[in-house]
T-cell receptor, first 115, second 111 residues
Framework: GAVVSQHPSRVICKSGTSVKIECRSLDFQATTMFWYRQFPKQSLMLMATSNEGSKATYEQGVEKDKFLINHASLTLSTLTVTSAHPEDSSFYIC???????????FGPGTRLTVL | DAKTTQPPSMDCAEGRAANLPCNHSTISGNEYVYWYRQIHSQGPQYIIHGLKNNETNEMASLIITEDRKSSTLILPHATLRDTAVYYCIVRVALTGNQFYFGTGTSLTVIP
């Protein structure tokens, strides 16, 4: 099956710093990538949808200036958490989709801890 | 928003079939039913999806009722490695590709 990777798998940073998370589709071209956030014992919450070469579409309540998404190529999307605070500590998961309407393949997730 | 309801938890004996129900009474005619599972601290794993016909693959079977208002995921011979949270998702056709996850069912396979 299709493989999606994320880097780093876990990161610890100080409050006020920015953190970049990479999401790559390894064996297919992803026309669309998605970013989710998951707090402990909760479900995945969709943050934004990004299409290659265009601006991301953010879900209601997600600050686009805080969570910067770049989808510069068909195999790479990045999420930058700017000026991170402890409440941003969470499990961030990306997914990628090849073409319209196909199933999404998820990355292994990135555990962010902001001290 | 998620358009599905699932029981919060279920137990299943190892080697027995696990039947996980999902209610999606407001599903539209062109919306698919997808099933994913998430093992602790990992990304969700695709299991199966269907529109109206029953589907089967190497992992599971998906039974969709004739009125499409509910479905059941069947793991024919549950193993300990099947312990996970199982999510039933209705793909919102109007907005295209987004998946909105509900709360899922936490399945525990008991030795």
């Amino acid at each position: 099956g299709a493989v999606v990777s994320q880097h780093p798998s876990r990161v610890i940073c100080k409050s006020g710093t920015s953190v970049k998370i990479e999401c790559r589709s390894l064996d297919f071209q992803a026309t669309t990538m998605f970013w989710y956030r998951q707090f402990p014992k909760q479900s995945l919450m969709l943050m934004a949808t990004s299409n290659e070469g265009s601006k991301a579409t953010y879900e209601q309540g997600v600050e686009k200036d805080k969570f910067l998404i770049n989808h510069a190529s068909l195999t790479l999307s990045t999420l930058t958490v700017t000026s991170a605070h402890p409440e941003d500590s969470s499990f961030y998961i990306c997914s990628a989709q090849e073409g319209f309407g196909n199933e999404q393949f998820f990355g292994p997730g990135t555990r962010l801890t902001v001290l | 928003d998620a358009k599905t309801t699932q029981p919060p938890s279920m137990d299943c004996a190892e080697g027995r079939a696990a039947n996980l129900p999902c209610n999606h009474s407001t599903i539209s005619g062109n919306e698919y039913v997808y099933w994913y599972r998430q093992i602790h601290s990992q990304g969700p794993q695709y299991i199966i999806h269907g529109l109206k016909n029953n589907e089967t693959n190497e992992m599971a079977s998906l039974i969709i009722t004739e009125d499409r208002k509910s479905s059941t995921l069947i793991l024919p011979h549950a193993t300990l490695r099947d312990t996970a949270v199982y999510y039933c998702i209705v793909r919102v056709a109007l907005t295209g590709n987004q998946f909105y996850f509900g709360t899922g069912t936490s399945l525990t396979v008991i030795p």
